[in-house]
Nanobody, 114 residues
């Protein structure tokens, strides 16, 4: 199983970034896909997830600013991040899960300057 995350970078507050995560080695359409993040000195937290049927859930801190989506034909999940804030600075990780099986990608750094 491989989850490759792309799209992180440095952006000014108020800016936008789009993260992508390409999955291989799993039947992508059957998995819940999620984005987590871990800031400096903080625990890893769920940012958003999306079910196999396309139902999305968001952390309160990102509601209205971030949008998670998936393309089952491309085995890819996306996270569109708008209105970025300095507190969004974190390493963002892609995750796939189904029943007791959970897989993690390598993470991509997002840094938001004030």
């Amino acid at each position: 199983v491989q989850l490759q995350a792309f799209g992180g970078g440095l952006v000014q507050a108020g800016g936008s970034l789009r993260l992508s995560c390409a999955a291989s080695g799993i039947t992508f359409s059957r998995y819940v896909m999620a984005w987590y993040r871990q800031g400096p000195g903080k625990q890893r937290e769920l940012v958003a997830d999306i079910s196999s049927g396309g139902t999305a859930n968001y952390a309160d801190s990102v509601k209205g600013r971030f949008t998670i989506s998936r393309d089952n034909a491309k085995n890819t999940v996306y996270l569109q991040m708008n209105g970025l804030k300095p507190e969004d600075t974190s390493v963002y990780y892609c995750n796939s899960r189904r029943a007791a099986v959970s897989n993690w990608g390598q993470g991509t750094q997002v840094t938001v300057s004030s």
